[in-house]
């Protein structure tokens, strides 16, 4: 086991290395457009929405429809949760520093609770945490990294024992849910409590805090159900997305398969499902619980419909468990080993290729650069279903062997 001076000493390292290369693409806008990401001048776009949405509801406009205070007209479609920045005098002026502040929390609380061990793991972490797909979020500050930091805490909350500290995160985990919807996989984390007893409780704090936000819950909802975004082509992210790129628009195209990955791999997993529990450590036990959150939130996403890569920021709970597999057996580490390199082909791919065809491809063949990013998109869709098989090889075993543990009180 790596010591605690060691993790600290990589940590330290990994933070200063991607806070100077997330500085020097705000430093240098050209990046930004050369990776596809967005435009060079308008940093932290998404928050900048949320803002104005507060900025609309503040002068008695109706956020929840297409936002003249937002350059994109963009309509609010969260919960009116989000308005609790309005009501701390936040408006769209505040959004450079904001923003700097949202994705600096980002960067510590993704060192601080992956903790990489030896120069390896830091490697891994410095590259998931500045590829592209990562680098989108943070040049939007996405509301995901709100939801990220919020289940980050939850997860913390997890790690120790008293009541009081898991009762913490299930609200917190409850709170993200209430502020972005998809977050209720968060559920998944309840299946660790070591009683029915406790997972009774669990259930019902999260369902309270849900019940108290319904009133503010119900307008996002109409609104997120009117404006249903169906993004496609570079950066896209979801089950839908592989057939839009060919130009294939029926829900059955991906349904049809997206039903048989899940049963396939549930047939891959049913041997482990059936495994007893094993005996494990506090830290074994917190990566693998993190793993399974990270994991549910990932793989839900990918079949709740489309969006952008940037959603891979919850694949930061992924790797102190992945990386542990090696002490497991060698099927397992072979298992992981995929996952892994899946998710670097899923993260790096699109935005790597964009920049080869943009500064060296584009400008000498732009009919072969658009085929090339035709060809690439596919291929990274393809990696996106094979890494949610790799992840739902892992979670359904997890789900049955937990569910059947607190059903037998084990």
């Known amino acids: 086991m790596p010591s605690e001076s060691s993790s600290w000493r990589h940590g330290l390292w990994v933070a200063g290395l991607v806070a100077v290369v997330w ?149 917190l985990f409850a709170v993200s849910a209430v502020l972005k919807y998809s977050p209720l996989v968060t559920l998944i984390v309840l299946l660790d409590l070591r009683s029915r007893r406790a997972l009774a409780a669990g259930v019902g704090l999260y369902g309270l805090v849900l019940l108290l936000a319904w009133p503010g819950l119900v307008q996002g909802w109409q609104s997120a159900a009117r404006f249903v975004p169906a993004p496609d082509w570079l950066y896209a992210y979801g089950a839908p997305v592989l057939l839009r790129n060919l130009e294939i628009t029926a829900a059955l195209g991906w349904l049809a398969p997206a039903i048989l990955l899940l049963v396939w791999t549930g047939v891959l997993g049913y041997g482990k499902m059936n495994d007893p529990e094993p005996p494990r450590s506090g830290p074994e036990r917190a990566a693998e619980r993190e793993f399974m959150c990270g994991a549910a939130l990932v793989a839900g996403l990918f079949f709740l419909g489309s969006s ?21 057996d060698r099927v397992e580490l072979r298992w992981a080993r995929a996952a892994w390199f899946l998710l670097l082909a899923v993260v790096w791919l699109e935005g790597g290729m964009a920049v080869v065809l943009n500064l060296l491809i584009g400008p000498w063949s732009l009919p072969l650069a658009q085929g090339l990013l035709k060809a690439t998109l596919i291929l990274a869709q393809l990696a996106t279903w094979a890494l949610v098989a790799c992840l739902l090889r892992f979670l359904l075993p997890y789900v049955a062997r937990r569910g059947r543990a607190l059903w037998m009180g084990v």
């Not at 920045?85 to 994705?103: K, N």
């Not at 952008?308 to 497991?328: D, E, N, S, T």
């Open 308 to 328: 952008y890569v940037y959603k891979l920021v919850f694949a930061v709970w992924l790797l102190p468990w992945l990386w542990r597999q090696g002490r497991v």
């Open 23 to 171: 500085l020097a693409c705000f430093r240098f806008p050209s990046v930004w457009v050369a990776t596809g990401i967005g435009e060079a001048q308008r940093p932290f776009m998404d928050l900048y929405g949320i803002l104005a949405a507060n900025d609309a509801q503040r002068a008695g406009v109706d956020p929840f429809l297409p936002n003249d205070f937002d350059p994109y007209h963009r309509p609010h479609v969260y919960s009116n949760w989000w308005f609790a920045l309005g009501w701390l005098g936040l408006g769209r002026s505040d959004t450079l520093w904001l923003g700097t502040m949202l994705v600096t929390i980002v960067l510590l609380i993704s060192v601080g609770l992956v903790r990489p061990g030896t120069r390896r793991e830091g490697i891994a972490l410095f590259l998931l945490l500045v590829s592209p797909a990562l680098l989108l979020a943070v040049n939007r500050a996405n509301n995901d990294l709100v939801v990220f930091v919020m289940i980050s805490l939850g997860l913390v909350c997890f790690r120790r024992e008293p009541w009081y500290w898991r009762a913490l995160g299930i609200i």
